[in-house]
């Protein structure tokens, strides 16, 4: 007997000879996607969806989308991020969806970085988003400096933890009760990853122990640097409360790509997935 | 009309693009303002015009409530991570090869190695330091709880995440401790230091609650760069 079923009617109490029946609307996801190569000579980042496109195989196995952003500046970047989407999308195909989704989450974020370990023995990696929209619920795994937003309700939540010195450095400050952040914040070091796919040792990636409800109206957001580095907080608040997620795409290229002669701008990868009926 | 999916599982629009655009290395946006393209992207079954309005905040968005409440996360301050004018690429590790170049010992830069020149060993303290010996290289030591400490100590909640350094200068072959502007103090021989101070071999270095006796390498008795002369 399925406990959870997508759709139907069902009884609801009242007199026995007038039977009012509610009809529960499943969700539907809109979805779209962005991603553009600044002015980088290569794209390094890679994204993919799973059942993007499959109303039933959503209500069955649940809709998937991953990001991967390469490691600018090293050789193998490219490679690094298309391999971490394919191992997730190729995992998650053997996933046992009655079973502990968010550990298989982790296994499939291990299994990719000894892959890309493997093929670059230390000398390229990839960050990791990857989120799993499954009977109304938010599951995630990520490692490294991607971004995930969520907004719901007009209010814009980053989700993820960010994997890189800087933070690790606010950790270690926090906990030794010294708040002077700023004297830690222009420093070079600060944006190196310190957990990401190829490290070889990937043990602890950030994720949902329980998965997070959702609701219609919400947008889930994954994003490189490359967006969430350029564009600030309100500019992607604005960007979400365009009427359609195509227009929010738009927009958010429109701002990225205003680019002043000259300047320096990331790859840049967006995926935007909006809760609706 | 609608979208579609390429194998690697992009999403676009197949009357617009004869392939996937982002399977071509990702350069292309792909346009939605192409004619006969319909509002909105076409969700499985229902996407189009039947979703509801987009949620608008009350009286727009001001700073306020982004910057200040709502971005949660690890952000201490939301728009740290933010500066446009930065190279703002996802940087790998420091000791990646061909990563970027990192500051160098001039020893390192001369000789190219780093060298052993000294120990801190500990004496007293947390059950799992006491005992042990940190080595002391040919440049400025950062001895603190941070990770990225040179001598790290743990366990002992007193001492600073940097608490202190070591410098030691090959030409004068001295060894002289820095106290960083922290609020523990540091301890030489048992007398509060807070300028950086020569020290000498079996002095006692105490940070909280730990201590450490210092064992010098080079003296006047050994040089690496006397050493690496000979060599030369």
Redesign the interface.
């Known amino acids: 007997m399925n406990p959870y079923p997508n759709s139907g009617t069902y009884p609801v109490p009242g007199e026995q000879d007038m039977m009012p029946t509610v009809e529960i609307r499943p969700f539907t996801y809109q979805i779209s996607n962005l991603q553009g190569i600044g002015t980088c000579e290569r794209q390094e980042d890679s994204f993919g969806f799973v059942n993007a496109l499959d109303d039933e195989k959503i209500s069955r196995r649940g809709l998937l989308a991953v990001l991967a952003d390469g490691m600018g500046g090293m050789s193998g970047g490219k490679l690094a991020s298309e391999t971490t989407v394919a191992t997730m999308r190729g995992d998650f195909e053997e996933f046992d969806m009655s079973g502990d989704i968010p550990r298989q989450l982790c296994s499939a974020a291990a299994k990719a970085d000894d892959i890309v370990f493997g093929q670059l023995a230390g000398k390229g990696g990839s960050t990791l988003i990857a989120c799993l929209f499954y009977r109304e619920k938010l599951y995630f795994v990520s490692a490294g400096d991607s971004f995930l937003y969520l907004m719901r309700n007009g209010s814009l939540y980053r989700i993820n933890a960010e994997h890189n010195v800087l933070h690790r450095k606010f950790e270690d400050r926090i906990a030794d009760k010294d708040i002077s952040l700023r004297s830690i914040t222009n420093e070079r070091e600060n944006r190196a990853v310190t957990r990401y796919i190829g490290c070889g040792k990937l043990r602890d990636p950030d994720r949902f122990v329980r998965p997070l409800p959702l609701y219609v109206g919400d947008i889930v957001m994954l994003c490189s640097d490359g967006v969430a580095n350029v564009l600030p907080p309100e500019r992607i608040v604005e960007a979400l409360e365009s009427p359609s997620v195509d227009e929010m795409c738009r927009m958010m290229n429109a701002e990225i790509s205003d680019n002043p002669t000259g300047q320096y701008r990331d790859n840049y990868t967006a995926l935007l997935i909006r809760c609706a009926y | 009309m609608?979208?579609?999916?390429c194998p690697?599982?992009?999403?676009y629009d197949p009357e617009q693009y004869a392939s996937c655009p982002?399977c071509n290395?990702?350069?292309n946006?792909?346009d939605?303002?192409g004619g006969g393209y319909p509002?909105?992207?076409i969700?499985?079954?229902?996407?189009g015009g039947?979703?509801?309005?987009?949620?608008?905040?009350?009286n727009g968005?001001g700073?306020g409530?982004?910057?200040n409440?709502?971005?949660?996360?690890?952000?201490?301050?939301?728009?740290?991570?933010?500066?446009?004018d930065?190279?703002?690429?996802?940087?790998?590790?420091?000791d990646?090869?061909?990563?970027?170049s990192k500051t160098i010992a001039v020893f390192e830069a001369e000789q190219g190695f780093v060298p052993v020149v000294g120990w801190l060993v500990c004496t007293e303290g947390n059950k799992e330091e006491k005992g042990k010996s940190f080595n002391l290289l040919s440049k400025r030591n950062k001895i603190g709880?941070?990770?990225e400490s040179d001598v790290r100590i743990t366990g002992d909640n007193a001492i600073?995440?940097y608490n202190a350094s070591i410098a030691f200068d090959e030409e004068e072959c001295s060894f002289t401790l820095i106290p960083s502007d922290?609020a523990n103090n540091v301890r030489i021989n048992g007398k509060a230091v807070y300028v950086p101070t020569t020290i000498v071999a079996y002095d006692e270095i105490r940070l909280g609650v730990t201590h450490l006796v210092f064992v010098p390498f080079c003296s006047e008795r050994f040089s690496w760069g006397k050493k690496a002369e000979d060599k030369v």
């Open positions: 609608g979208y579609t999916t690697n599982g992009h999403l982002h290395g990702g350069s946006m792909i939605f303002t509002q909105g992207t969700a499985p079954g229902s996407f039947d979703y509801p309005q987009g949620t608008v905040a009350p968005f700073g409530g982004v910057q409440e709502k971005i949660m996360g690890t952000h201490a301050d939301p728009s740290a991570g933010f500066n446009p930065e190279v703002n690429k996802t940087v790998a590790p420091s990646y090869s061909g990563g970027p709880r941070d990770r600073s995440g922290t």
